[in-house]
């Protein structure tokens, strides 16, 4: 018996012993910790506890020459709430639901069962991305802790579709995939920034004063040498020619040969940059410079240029097309028309393929492929944008017995339409190629300049006196005579080729084509060179008839603006006693008598009424200044008093009158109005009595009056 109560003791004692060896041994692990060990362990917990987020860099804008901004940035907010946060009660989720649904599309209902059926855990739950800084601004009233909001920045394409080949656009990491985007990448995303942060035991980050931050380098900013009016001006003309021809897509290119900046670069259909994914991938690819064709007659330039530079032609030899076909080596090669004999000058004006295979002939295969290579094809333009390929010019050796002449009217070669504007620059530019460049500059966040893109003079393609001697002969192209009387502007010189490009798919040729034509103008010292291009059109297949009126609307529009071209203009002629009669049925009364008046016509009003019905002579006819006009005048407007053809119409003389009254006459008349400057009409492009398409645009260009012209009015 003792000896169990001594057992029982003992252990009584050991137990005892362990229980008061624990809250020693716990002492000596808080004084180790706290005193011993306790700075190295704040430091080490310190380190655990930190981490560091990124501060996102702003992405470089895109600017046009003028400085107005293409591509830009808008900030968004990502909207997140986390529910377990302390002190946030069921009755500030469902205000704050409410408060959500109100600024953005979702349900105060969507928003709760989202965080209901999120895993009971999550500390982060997503409701909104890509809302406003408007909308936030009133979820930031709640001053609810538990809401995260997030802020993203956003690329905004400023004019949607326009220069959307060229901008490119950007994936949801901002990184560039397409046009300037890609290419200039580097420049534009900038460097992201970092700042310090804690983390609490939840993994909630929390900021803290003091916390070390390096801020962010904002991306640079691209002022590229595109033109903004002038594309726009090219994009819709170029719509209207693919919409007309009824064809499958379209391409235009507008130059400056001298530097070979481009001012405008567009295909047909296009996409808008901001929802990328809503357009097909063969709408987003810039077919420019990634896709290639065979030229066709554009390509008789080259065949031109080396048979005249070599002395292997003369302009006045008389060449025998015959009945418009001729077998070479098995093949048939034809004309579009016989024309039968035709000079060497006719030949390229009526674009003889018969009379331009019979000059290459004269060339060796190594003279022909040289020319070809010096007018850069079948190597890259190295234009500043991404995914240009380098066409297909293959070497002699690798010819056929049918090459060369097939060669010399632009088939068995392709090349990217880049290069053809280029060939074409180098011709209007004293035969000196230049590499072409959409970037002007790239400056950083103070404006500076980091890099500058400046004319780049590749090698000399073209001797000047070959130029001197071929220029007239492609200014004829473009005459009644030639192949691209559609492109002729009366008064005004251009120069080019027509091309209409049989399609090779899947081995064979087919009965598809491709229609264009590459020109400058004016012709001498020449300030744009425009090359368009018209895919697989069912209205026609030529050349002339299909891209001529594109080029041609495109210029008009840019004599028009251009105050260099405007002034090279041929200065008007004194004014005639003679004046064109304007449409003014169906105006007012008062209307119709400012209006003359503003013409400086006489007239006498005849009838009874507010209205006018008829004139005598009538609208578009001239009329002596001397001899009043007769305005007969009714109550209503009849059906029938219409205004002019449904097609074509004579272009008033709206000079010396108001911008205002001018405008409104010409849209009344049936025309679209552009206006540079202001006060009264001086000049007016297309000029007043032509003929012109209903619905195309008339410009007109005003200052303020002098004090003669105004003495001048109050006297009538």
Request: proline share 5%; hydrophobic share 35%; aromatic share 8%.
């Amino acid at each position: 018996m003792t000896d169990s109560k001594e057992f029982i003791l003992n252990r009584m004692f050991v137990v005892f012993g362990l229980m008061l060896l624990i809250p020693l041994v716990i002492g000596l692990q808080i004084i180790r910790i706290q005193i011993l060990e306790g700075s190295q362990l704040r430091t080490l917990w310190s380190a655990q506890a930190m981490d560091v987020i990124p501060i996102p860099a702003q992405r470089g804008l895109i600017l046009d020459s003028s400085g107005r901004e293409l591509v830009g940035n808008t900030v968004t907010y990502t909207v997140a709430v986390d529910p377990h946060f302390p002190g946030f009660s069921s009755e500030d989720l469902r205000t704050f639901a409410r408060s959500l649904a109100s600024v953005a599309s979702g349900t105060p209902a969507s928003y709760q069962q989202r965080i209901r059926s999120a895993h009971p855990r999550s500390r982060y739950i997503v409701l909104e991305r890509n809302l406003s800084a408007e909308a936030v601004e009133q979820l930031r009233e709640l001053g609810m802790r538990a809401v995260i909001l997030e802020e993203q920045y956003r690329r905004r394409y400023n004019y949607e579709t326009l220069a959307s080949h060229v901008v490119g656009y950007v994936n949801h990491e901002l990184t560039g995939m397409s046009g300037l985007e890609s290419s200039y990448n580097s420049y534009l995303g900038g460097l992201d920034g970092q700042r310090q942060v804690r983390r609490d035991r939840s993994g909630r980050i929390r900021a803290y004063v003091g916390a070390p931050r390096r801020l962010p380098q904002q991306g640079h900013t691209l002022v590229t040498t595109i033109d903004a009016h002038i594309q726009a001006i090219a994009e819709e003309e170029l719509r209207k020619g693919v919409n007309r021809a009824l064809a499958r897509r379209g391409s235009i290119i507008v130059m400056d040969p001298r530097t070979g900046a481009i001012k405008a670069m567009a295909s047909y259909p296009d996409f808008d940059p901001n929802y990328p994914a809503s357009s097909p991938p063969e709408n987003r690819r810039n077919t420019i410079i990634s896709d290639m064709i065979e030229p066709g007659s554009t390509f008789k330039l080259v065949t031109a240029v080396a048979a005249v530079e070599n002395g292997l032609v003369d302009f006045d030899e008389q060449f025998d097309t015959g009945d418009g076909r001729r077998l070479i080596s098995g093949q048939m090669m034809r004309d579009h028309d016989p024309l039968g004999t035709v000079s060497f000058h006719e030949a390229i004006q009526k674009s003889s393929n018969i009379a331009t295979s019979e000059v290459a002939g004269r060339l060796s295969s190594d003279m022909l492929y040289q020319y070809a290579r010096n007018l850069g094809f079948g190597s890259q333009t190295y234009i500043d944008l991404p995914g240009e390929e380098a066409g297909r010019l293959r070497k002699p050796y690798e010819w056929s017995a049918v090459s060369k002449p097939w060669i010399s009217i632009g088939y068995e070669v392709q090349v990217n339409l880049m290069q053809l504007a280029q060939a074409y620059a180098a011709f209007a530019n004293d035969g000196l190629i230049m590499r072409p460049y959409v970037v002007d500059r790239v400056l950083d966040e103070r404006g500076r300049v980091v890099h500058q893109n400046r004319p780049e003079t590749i090698r000399r393609a073209i001797r000047p006196e070959t130029i001197e001697k071929l220029r007239p002969v492609f200014e004829s192209v473009v005459s009644d005579s030639g192949t691209a009387a559609y492109a002729r502007i009366d008064g005004f010189s251009i120069a080019g080729k027509t091309g209409t490009a049989q399609k090779f798919i899947d081995g064979r040729y087919r009965a598809r084509y491709i229609a264009s034509f590459a020109g400058f103008f004016p012709s001498e010292n020449p300030s744009y060179v425009t090359l368009v291009m018209i895919d697989e059109p069912r209205l026609s297949y030529y050349g002339g008839f299909i891209a001529g009126p594109v080029f041609r609307n495109v210029a008009l529009r840019l004599v028009g603006l251009d105050d260099e071209l405007h002034l090279r203009l041929p200065q008007d002629e004194p004014r005639l006693p003679l004046a064109v009669v304007p449409d003014i049925r169906g105006m007012h009364r008062d209307e119709a008598r400012a209006v003359l008046s503003d013409y400086n016509i006489r007239h006498r009003f005849t009838g009874n009424g507010e209205y006018v019905v008829a004139l005598a002579p009538e609208p578009g006819e001239q009329i002596q200044r001397s001899d009043p006009l007769r305005v007969t005048l009714s109550h209503s407007i009849s059906s029938d008093t219409t205004r002019i053809s449904d097609r074509h119409a004579s272009i008033p003389d709206v000079r010396g009158m108001s911008m205002r009254k001018a405008s409104v006459w010409l849209r009344q008349s049936g025309f679209d109005v552009e206006m540079v400057g202001s006060g009264t009409v001086y000049a007016q492009f297309p000029l007043a009595g032509q003929q012109y398409r209903t619905g195309q645009t008339v410009t007109i260009r005003g200052r303020a009056r002098d004090l003669p012209t105004i003495l001048s009015h109050r006297g009538r």
